[in-house]
């Protein structure tokens, strides 16, 4: 629905363009999409790099992928101009979706591992050996 926006705005021709005060609306799917990655991050990551992973992430996303994205952008506006601009980067993005979304649940969900559930169990086996209960099995 986020990209969606992207071919939108390439295929409005109505003056003045009222429709892009709705298209605008999907501005606020991008909170969600933030909120959701520091929480899938807070899962994937160790417990002790969940800072740099998540500061990771948003160098990836605003520094290297806002600048690439406007160099494209620039590119592209030279060449062709500013709706075929939008369409190629509405039809880029969801065909990187779908690439992405096809390959992690063929592939990449099964090697998945949620690092806080063992970290909580050798924290847990930690303090036990500290209070002097050790397992016997």
Known sequence: IYISRFVAYGLTYSSPPYSFIAYATTESLFSLFTVAYISYTSVIAPQSLIATAISTGSV??????????????????????????????????????????????????????????????????????KNGKEDNS
């Open 60 to 129: 990836m996303l605003w520094m290297v992928g806002k600048g690439i994205g406007a160099l494209l952008a620039g590119i592209l506006v030279e060449k062709y101009n500013i709706r075929v601009m939008f369409i190629i980067f509405g039809i880029a993005g969801s065909s990187f979706f779908l690439a992405y979304w096809i390959l992690y649940h063929l592939i990449l969900k099964r090697f998945e591992v949620n690092q806080n559930i063992a970290s909580d169990e050798n924290a847990s086996e930690y303090s036990d050996q």
